[in-house]
């Protein structure tokens, strides 16, 4: 049996799953699901990337041990993806002990061969992104994430990319399929023609990783360690080779990620690779952004999405799955919007395909007391249905083989859109009022040619929307699993005559736009809120009389004021926001993450006095956008004055970024 090895990319554990990143993990599902139906043995890997110095300061934070702290977040993960109906047949998360031994022994297969070696570095390096930014110790912005990069100085362990780029670039030329889609395979050729510098792949100051074979003082970098683990899950650590799964799935046949990490999966692993000398994989695909309103969907932006009132709006996974596959084309980056959502739903799944089920089912069993009619000769209309029933079938493999999925749904839905006519064309209810008995042989065969029709796009339906396609081949009173039915050798006429259909079952209920946007709307805020207790948005500080005498019934109880969540937070950059004579814009680091708020004091403070220096952050309130730049938290301050001048409160004492006040 042929193999299929995919992994979806290891995500962070701090943040929660959106429906940004949670794409990636149900787009591979539905290619995992499509495989299976081709014949594949599929191994489907996804899981938690749980190392590194931004787990170490989220864990800091939250006041418990970077072990505890990712094993108290793993279950978010296995959670959703069970509410999204993914297949994934291996969950690797990096805290595993298997992995520390999977990961050393690749180091020592690339050392060995003499591709590592020490030297000092001082340099730029992101931490939101777990990369270096410069070699110069200057001030610089990530070009990924536009954050502050912090200033590091340590020895580290070196890996010698620079001897792979010949290699690297000849791989590119012979196999065409390496890295898609063609624009980004070509972002790529430039990076490395560019020049590849020797990559540091250890770090001395961070104690949360895998520790360096032989020098405790180190642990690994965390994406050598988060790349390895697409074979730690598969069992590279076992044995000498690998476990018999390992030798039966490894090399991967497709990565799949999004365009942030492509040079991590399309330079870097690959070198890795070669130097621990193990095969390259076939495919890394790398897809484009879902954004909400106008900006890349992320946490820290607060504009984020949640799968789970979705699901329970639109009663499953299903609707979510197939609006993701059918609207955006893969690789481009595309904005979500519930509109759009709620559109797909009533119009692709309420109207085309659930009418077309529901009537077809319902005179099968009005017409032929519920069991599948034998079709007769055919006419010229049941002929062009057969015909376009195979060569939608053909579209549909081509365009999802090519990851292409927008286009080979909306093949299926030409298809179903087409039998609908047909019906409409047919008029089976006006045969059946003109004389049952009369009429009934053409009335079977345009049932028959309906029914066939409905199980035919089950089968193609199944990678997309699992349960509602099982539902429908229930119905349609098929045996076995869909699963098992071969979408590689799927041929008109399975469809057996005398098969009982079950009664008619609805199940795409049309939605009623707005109450479903308000309802949905409802929800998402309230996850938003629970899903960001430490966060959000900052008001500027706003000049308040110094002193206000406090009525009774003005006063809070204790957990009122616990709700407040205040963190310390370093300054890492300060600029003025152009137009706004008071307000500056302040990146400030608070353990867990760098939070870009607007406060209203560029009248009392210079922005390079700034940097550096300790400040309070009220986390947890709305965000807000000031002049057109947006604000995730406050800055603390003491109110003096007449004026209402703001002094920012600060520390004497040496405090941890993400300190709680209470
Ligand atoms: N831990 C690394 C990956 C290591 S793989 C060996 C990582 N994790 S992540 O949690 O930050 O991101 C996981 C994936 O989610 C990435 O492929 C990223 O591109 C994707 N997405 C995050 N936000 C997204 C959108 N808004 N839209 C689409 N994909 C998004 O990077």
Request: hydrophobic content about 40%.
């Amino acid at each position: 049996m042929k193999k299929f090895y995919l992994t979806t990319p290891i995500y962070y554990p701090n943040a929660r799953p959106h429906v940004g990143n949670s794409y990636t993990t149900m787009v591979c599902d539905a290619i995992a699901r499509y495989k299976r139906q081709c014949g594949y043995d599929v191994a489907f890997l996804t899981g938690t990337d749980e190392h590194g110095e931004k787990l170490e300061r989220a864990a800091a934070a939250a006041g418990v041990s970077p072990s505890e702290f990712v094993a108290s977040r793993r279950p978010i993960f296995y959670n959703l993806w069970k509410l999204l109906n993914i297949s994934h047949t291996h969950f690797i998360y990096t805290d595993r002990p298997d992995h520390a031994r999977c990961v050393q022994r690749m180091l020592l297969r690339a050392r060995d061969a003499g591709y590592v070696y020490k030297r000092k570095y001082e340099g730029r390096y992101c931490i939101h992104d777990e990369r270096y930014i410069s070699d110069s110790t200057e001030p610089v912005n990530c070009d990924v994430c536009g954050r502050p990069a912090e200033l590091v100085s340590e020895e580290n362990y070196f890996f010698k990319l620079s001897a792979f780029a010949d290699r690297l670039l000849e791989h590119y030329k012979t196999h065409g399929n390496f890295i898609h889609p063609d624009f980004r395979r070509n972002e790529v050729v430039s990076f490395v023609k560019s020049g590849l510098r020797d990559i540091s792949v250890s770090r001395k100051r961070i104690k949360w990783g895998i520790p360096w074979p032989d020098d405790p003082e180190q642990v690994f970098y965390v994406w050598y360690d988060a790349l390895t683990s697409y074979m730690t899950g598969i069992g590279f650590a076992e044995g000498n080779n690998g476990s018999a799964e390992f030798q039966k799935y490894w090399p991967a046949d497709l990565h799949m990620v999004g365009k942030d990490i492509i040079r991590f999966h399309a330079v870097y692993w690959p070198a890795f690779l070669m130097a621990a000398n193990l095969p390259l994989p076939e495919t890394i695909f790398a897809h484009g952004f879902l954004t909400f309103g106008g900006d890349k969907m992320s946490k820290s932006k607060g504009n984020v999405v949640y799968c789970e009132p979705i699901v329970e709006v639109l009663g499953g996974a299903d609707a979510l799955r197939y609006y993701l596959l059918r609207d955006i084309p893969f690789g481009q980056d595309s904005s979500f919007s519930y509109d759009a959502l709620i559109q797909r739903y009533n119009s692709d799944l309420a109207n085309d395909l659930g009418n077309l089920a529901n009537r077809t089912v319902t005179m099968v069993n009005r017409y032929f007391g519920g069991e599948a009619p034998a079709a007769g000769v055919p006419m010229p209309g049941e002929r062009e249905i057969m015909e376009l029933a195979a060569k939608t079938a053909e579209e549909f493999r081509a365009r999802f083989d090519a990851c292409d999925f927008s286009r080979g749904l909306e093949a299926l839905w030409q298809f179903i859109g087409r039998v609908n006519k047909y019906l409409v064309e047919t008029e089976p209810w006006a045969l059946a009022g003109a004389g049952l008995e009369t009429n009934k042989t053409r009335l079977a065969t345009i049932l028959y040619t309906a029914a066939e029709a409905v199980r035919f796009s089950t089968v193609m339906l199944y990678p997309v929307i699992p349960l509602s396609a099982e539902r429908l081949w229930k119905q349609l009173g098929q045996k076995g699993k869909l699963e098992d039915q071969r979408l590689d050798e799927l041929q008109w006429g399975g469809l057996r005559a005398g098969t009982r259909l079950s009664p008619p079952e609805i199940i795409f209920p049309r939605l009623e736009k707005e109450a479903t946007l308000k309802r949905l709307w409802e929800l998402e805020e309230a996850e938003r809120a629970r899903a960001t207790t430490r966060k959000e948005s900052v008001k500027p500080v706003e000049p308040q009389p110094e002193t206000q005498p406090q009525a009774e019934e003005q006063k809070i109880s204790i957990e009122d004021f616990a709700k407040v969540d205040m963190r310390v937070g370093e300054v890492k950059s300060a600029e003025r926001v152009p137009g706004a004579n008071k307000l500056l814009k302040l990146l400030v680091d608070i353990g867990s993450e760098v939070r870009q708020v607007v406060a209203g004091i560029a009248e009392y403070y210079e922005p390079p006095k700034l940097i550096g220096m300790k400040v309070v952050l009220v986390t947890n309130l709305q965000p807000r956008k000031l002049r057109g730049v947006e604000s995730n938290g406050m800055i603390v301050a003491a109110s003096v004055g007449e004026e209402g001048k703001p002094v920012l409160v600060t520390f004497k004492e040496d405090v941890p970024n993400g300190a709680r006040l209470k």
